[in-house]
């Protein structure tokens, strides 16, 4: 009789696929997952007790912070909030990029997602060609903000600068640009044997787990729950365009890869509605207070970011600064679920599951 | 060389040969060099940038620079490693690989040695570099580097098998196992060449050879998204350098097996093309092999080690074993008969 040991295998902080400093504890039986326990908290800043000695519009530059690849969601959903509970007309200017900007940015984050997930799966072009067509609507926000990761765009009230002359029509550029190359990428990857191999049946749960684990985004949809807070609960001004909420079947890799996918495509549908709409003049921010002070009580809004359901619970007692600021995380969320995806698979899965997730170690630590 | 190969020994032809070894290894170091450059240049332009261009004109001198780096780098072994092992193991894998390729015929006269078995002979040597890899994976006292060592060891000696197979036909067609004999009887014309009647011998041998050389889609050993960096990640300075260039040379060898086996050799694609030199028509296959390798690593994404051994053992030499069934019969049915 061989004498066998279960291998226990610390995966990161520092480990090129887990985006960031994400520890995963790993029993292995040979290459076969018995048991995993990720361990967060590598880089938590305190966002939400900082917030408590700032004012609303220092509590901005945060938000960019936490879930880096998508910022300007992140800015909204803050300034969302305090709207609401002050009851600020936003300007028709303002809504409109605002939302622009907001679905530039799903398209960029699910770039990004989509380029290093393939390159998890050990393709290493798509990684490159993702990064090349993200730098254009980086650029873009450049020209919009100044800023390339970390925007600081969104205000209370609207936005803080106004789009430049010309900006607009380099959207309307590149919106037929976008579906041209997007075309050309679902034909390289989406339909590999080797890719399809390595994603169909992998990580795969139901509905009802989903729900009980508290997923949303792509995670969420990708078993066949059409729920989308831009069409189920619409903000900004989602109601007035046309688009589809794309959902999986099976819940597996796969349906989440397809589901990112086409998810580009309808903001890019949503982008040349909006384009087309967009007011010609007007103001880009609404009437507000010098110092904003919403009145005591509480709030809740949620809107759709690239990764699922973004929150921002304020309680304010009148002055200032936030009595308390609470941010429901969509990252942390859907992490919940990996150690149960895990166990019984191979170490080559893990990879494919955890990239499937989706997940920014800024948002999950906050 | 066939003179001095045919020659009885004597203390003049060592020589001879000692020098011509040590040409032929600097030859190939160079090639490593600018197969490296090469590489980074083609993916580069694959994926819409300009790979290495800083370092002189082209970056033609970027890897000498990325050599004379890793030679001066610190030499780092792990303190609970296994000292004398770790040290054996990038050498124990260069090695076999600079000897393998001796059997490579480039054209009719010029070769290395012309064994009559050098279609084992390489498969023997290969082998040991996978003893190397393990060995390595197992001496860094590194879970990542054993696991990929562990894999490096399945996914090799899996391979090695459709590999041999695939060139069982080739053999069977020349009745020879010199390569080469088997390059001088291919034909003159292209479709004169092994590739087209051993078609699916071919296509395994393609397959097998990508796999044996741990390239994607069948880079497991190393696969760093995963393994960090596999076998070697505990492996710095100039014996990781023996681990790349070990790769390399191999990429070589099978670039001059393919093209010696299934692609003609030195044989021109058509007769009037004659005027060109053997060797050209030889270089320019192996290149185009290699870059073929190429295309596929920017092209392919990763195939996991399950579906990797299911590939080997239930398509592969299936495959295989038919070809050599078919190319019996045939030959038996309409050559001899």
Redesign the interface.
Known sequence: MIRTEELLLNVGPQHPSTHGVLRLVLKLDGEVITEATPVIGYLHRGTEKLAESLNYTQIIPYTDRMDYVSAMTNNYVLCHAVEKMMGIEVPERAQFLRLIVMEMQRIASHLVWWGTYLLDLGAMSPFLYAFKEREKIVSLFNELCGARLTYNYMRVGGVKWDAPPGWIDKVRDFVPYMEKQLEEYEQLVSGNEIFLARVRGIGKYDAETAIAYGLSGANLRCTGVKWDLRKNEPYCIYDRFEFDVPVGTNGDCYDRYMVRFEEMRQSLRILKQAIEQFPSSGETMGKVPRVIRPPAGETYVRIESPRGEIGCHIVSKGKAEPYRLKFRRPSFNNLQILPKLLVGETMTNLIAIMGGIDFVLGEVDC | MTKWVEQPLSWENVLIYALLSVVFLLLILGYVTYAILFERKV?GW????HGPNRLGPWGIFQTVADVLKLLIKEDTIPHKADRALFILAPALCYAPSFAAIAVIPYTRELYFADLNVAVIYYAALSAISTIAIVLGGWASNN??SL?GGMRSAAQMISYEVPLILSIVGTVMMTGSMSLRQIADAQGDWFWEWNFLPQIIGFGVFIVAAVSELNR??F??PE??????AGYHTEYSGFRFAFFMLAEYVYMFAIAGLASVLFLGGWHPPAPFLDFIPGIVWMILKMAFVIFFLFWL???????????LMGLAWKVLVPLAILNVFVTAVCLELFIKG
């Open positions: 993916l694959m994926q819409w940038r879970k990542y696991l994607t889609p880079d497991l696969a760093e998204s995963e393994l960090v690593r920017a092209t392919m994404p990763r195939v996991r080690i399950d579906q």
